[in-house]
């Protein structure tokens, strides 16, 4: 059973940084491609960004430019790198294979952007 635990979130002010990590134990996913996704309260879980095994990686608009992923197959981790929050970027951040299959989510990683 593959367990993914996020971490790095935290309260930051509008245009500051956080650097996402993500955990990936039972399974090895070197031959996949990872996703972050989110949820604001309210709202649907969301696509922010994927990265695949050979490191293409694609971005929802509205990260564009200010997110970037990116991973580490020796540690089985993958990274978000967020510049330029918003508080409209408030949610609880969760990865997960891209696409979605059968992996359970983990617990996330709460972000808050205060204008």
């Known amino acids: 059973q593959v367990q993914l635990v996020e971490s790095g979130g935290g309260l930051v002010q509008s245009g500051g940084s956080l650097r996402l990590s993500c955990t990936a134990s039972?399974?090895?996913?070197?031959?996949?491609?990872m996703g972050w996704y989110r949820q604001a309260p309210g709202n649907q879980r969301e696509f922010v960004a994927r990265?695949?095994?050979?490191?293409?990686?694609n971005y929802a608009d509205s990260v564009k430019g200010r997110f970037t992923i990116s991973r580490d197959n020796a540690k089985n981790t993958v990274y978000l790198q967020m510049n330029s929050l918003k508080p409209e970027d408030t949610a609880v951040y969760y990865c997960?294979?891209?696409?979605?299959?059968?992996?359970?989510w983990g617990q996330g990683t709460q972000v808050t952007v205060s204008s």
């Open positions: 039972g399974s090895t996913f070197i031959n996949y491609a």
């Open positions: 990265i695949t095994s050979s490191g293409s990686t």
């Open positions: 997960n294979r891209y696409p979605l299959v059968n992996w359970s």
